[in-house]
């Protein structure tokens, strides 16, 4: 005779509660703290963060205590003169940028990353926006503690200015934007191209180096579209008066936010398609 064990509960019982570790699963918040404590706690990350923000204020100070009235200088814009460093400082958060997604393959860490997101893409969205939201903020509040720096010696000067004045804050919040969107198209290269040499190569050749050589070209409408390739794009936004030979900065931050959403739908698109 077999028996049979009633699952029934008695009245008034109440259910048993779930496990805790059926309360686990992958959300959008977990992934972006899960690529936040990926990202600070990563010696490199640190290296070209405080490499980026010495090199914008230290230049920033040095053009300030040495710039001169009348001087050859006279007519750069002066967010353009305090800020000169920013040509530094993007190649650090380039190589930032590039190590954030290609320097996984290169460790076998995005074997993991994907495993635990089987879905891929909420990882590169969460790698894009934390690097977006971290650069950004560093990189405004490194611009204007350099501006209020530089000005200290440029008070007197013909260059001297003010966050009052009719387009600084929007230049220097600008310039900001323009070294987050230029790592973010680094970013997106990397995780294109997987590989960190690769990437930087791309990025070198493409972006820094295509430019000056279809300006050599003698054609106007090669002239007209190198103004919206991203280093064009990302002066203009650095400036509080006109540039010549730039587009305004409304145009500017929608070409050069569209070279890295671009990159980064590439990015998708080959992440979706291709083994690990």
């Known amino acids: 005779m077999t028996t049979t064990h009633s699952t ?23 992934i972006l703290r899960s690529e936040w404590h990926k990202l600070h706690s990563l010696r490199s990350t640190w290296i070209t963060v405080i490499s980026a923000v010495v090199m914008v ?25 305090t800020l000169y460093g920013s040509m530094l400082g993007q190649l650090c958060l380039v190589v930032l ?16 990353s994907l495993t635990a997101v089987p ?28 501006f209020a720096a530089a000005q200290a010696f440029l008070h007197d000067t013909d260059q001297a200015a003010s966050l009052t004045d009719p387009g600084i804050v929007r230049a220097l919040a600008g310039n900001a934007a323009a070294l987050t969107l230029m790592g973010l198209l680094a970013l997106g290269l990397g995780a294109l191209l997987r590989s960190v040499p690769g990437a930087i190569g791309a990025f070198i050749g ?21 103004m919206y390739f991203p280093t064009q794009a990302a002066g203009a936004l650095g400036s509080a008066t006109p540039i010549p030979g730039t587009v305004s900065p409304g145009p500017a931050l929608l070409a050069l936010s569209l070279w890295a959403g671009t990159t980064l739908a590439a990015a998708a698109l080959a992440l979706n398609r291709r083994d690990v």
């Open 8 to 30: 029934r509960r008695p009245p008034g019982a109440t259910a048993p509660s779930p496990s805790p570790s059926s309360s686990y699963g992958v959300t959008s918040t977990r």
């Open 57 to 81: 204020l230290v230049i920033g100070l040095i053009m300030g205590a040495t710039y001169t009235s009348g001087g050859g200088d006279s007519d750069v814009d002066t967010i353009v003169l």
């Open 97 to 112: 940028g590039i190590l954030m997604t290609a320097g996984e393959y290169a460790t076998g860490m995005i074997r993991s």
């Open 119 to 146: 879905a891929r893409l909420p990882v590169l969205w969460a790698k894009a926006t934390v690097f977006a939201a971290t650069v950004f903020t560093v990189m405004f509040a490194t611009a204007l503690v350099t």
């Open 206 to 226: 493409g972006v820094m180096v295509l430019p000056e050589i279809l300006g050599m070209l003698p054609y106007d409408a090669v002239e007209r579209a190198i």
